[in-house]
């Protein structure tokens, strides 16, 4: 167990619908980072937060969104849903904004698995 | 444009053998490296890491090399055990950039350690 929770652990749509994916991270982490995982892309990084501010960004679509809250947990907003949008999308989150190994180890959560049909 | 490749999908070994996984890289700015190793249903997990000023970084039993005229890494396990058997994936970042988190991951490659 990473300590990050993401909910829901399993959620299927509709095309053209909107759905929000939860994470709270490990107890003490002030950073919080989304990746999409889907077949032929591979772990694709999104997004990054850093005590409530956006610090880095991916290759996000301009239909998601994503915000870290005062208490630091985290919510990805997937909007008009198409069926490539069908992945896995893990939170992880650190101590600091930096990377692994410079003290500042990632923890992955389990997961979201999206369907879209 | 995979910036990070993981070139074998799958490899298996026998209990006890040594285990070699392979990831190339393209973007000259990365300079920190890591693998990480995932379970089906579980999130990937931190194994080992190493920053480009290094050629080699040794944890148990997995050691990580570095090769930075070719732009390539390696992950060695030995000796390898059925629990080893799992997804590796390699990643990297440009650590002295602005995207400090930012990782930029392979394909994977599933290991099959057979007893």
């Known amino acids: 167990d990473s300590g990050v929770t993401q909910t829901p652990k399993h959620l299927i749509t509709a095309t053209g619908q909107r759905v929000t994916l939860r994470c709270s991270p490990r107890?003490?982490?002030?950073?919080v980072y989304w990746y999409q995982q889907s077949l032929d892309q591979g772990l694709q990084f999104l997004i990054q937060?850093?005590?409530?501010?956006?610090?880095a960004k991916g290759n996000i679509l301009e239909r998601f969104s994503a915000q870290q809250f005062p208490d630091l947990h985290s919510e990805l907003n997937l909007s008009s849903l198409e069926l490539g949008d069908s992945a896995l999308y893990f939170c992880?989150?650190?101590?600091?904004?930096?990377?692994?190994?410079?003290?500042?180890?990632?923890?992955f959560g389990e997961g979201s698995w999206l369907t879209v049909v | 444009d995979q910036q990070v490749k993981q070139n074998s999908p799958s490899l298996s070994v026998q209990e006890g053998r040594i285990s070699i996984l392979n990831c190339d890289y393209t973007?000259?700015?990365?300079?920190?490296f890591l693998w990480y190793k995932k379970y089906p249903a579980e999130g990937p997990t931190f194994l080992i890491s190493?920053?480009?000023?290094?050629d080699k970084n040794e944890d148990g039993r997995f050691t990580v090399f570095l090769n930075k005229s070719a732009k390539h890494l390696s992950l060695h396990i030995v000796p390898s055990q059925p629990g080893d058997s799992a997804v590796y994936f390699c990643?990297?970042?440009?650590?002295?950039?602005?995207?400090?988190?930012?990782?930029?991951f392979g394909q994977g490659t599933i290991l099959t350690v057979h007893p």
């Open positions: 992880a989150s650190s101590a600091r904004p930096g990377v692994t190994g410079y003290g500042n180890t990632i923890y």
């Open positions: 107890s003490g982490d002030l950073s």
């Open positions: 990643a990297a970042s440009n650590a002295g950039g602005t995207s400090y988190g930012k990782l930029t």
């Open positions: 973007n000259s700015m990365f300079d920190y």
């Open positions: 190493i920053s480009s000023i290094k």
């Open positions: 937060y850093y005590n409530g501010e956006e610090r």
